[in-house]
Nanobody, 128 residues
Framework: QVQLVESGGGLVQAGGSLRLSCAASGRTLSSYAMGWFRQAPGKEREFVAGISRSGGNTGCTDSVKGRFTISRDNAQNTVQLQMDSLKPEDTAVYYC?????????????????????WGQGTQVTVSS
């Protein structure tokens, strides 16, 4: 079992930046591929960015390319999402998630169904 807690959300103006952090307890995060997802009101949860167990590979959805960066610090048991040039359409609840143990160290996981553990979410609101 692993418990995930997100932090760093808030209200920001368009063009601004936020840095989300996800802290884990229960097991070391190096055992898991990690990801960030988001869910806006009335919409389905969507993949934002993912990072492999080793941290060597990352991936993200097209709408955030060049603006969001995912990283991890396995020694600190944390995962971060740096969000720059924020847009009003980025407004959502952001969730940190840990995938199952079955993936290779270099695999980035984008399917929400492959994630076994989820945080409670943190609200990000971008005003225009």
């Amino acid at each position: 079992q692993v418990q995930l807690v997100e932090s760093g959300g808030g209200l920001v103006q368009a063009g601004g930046s936020l840095r989300l952090s996800c802290a884990a307890s229960g097991r070391t995060l190096s055992s898991y591929a990690m990801g960030w997802f988001r869910q806006a009101p009335g919409k389905e949860r969507e993949f934002v960015a993912g990072i492999s167990r080793s941290g060597g590979n990352t991936g993200c959805t097209d709408s955030v390319k060049g603006r969001f960066t995912i990283s991890r610090d396995n020694a600190q048991n944390t995962v971060q999402l740096q969000m720059d040039s924020l847009k009003p359409e980025d407004t959502a609840v952001y969730y940190c998630a840990a995938a199952s143990l079955a993936f290779r160290t270099s695999t980035v996981v984008a399917e929400s169904g492959q994630y076994a553990y989820w945080g409670q979410g943190t609200q990000v609101t971008v005003s225009s």
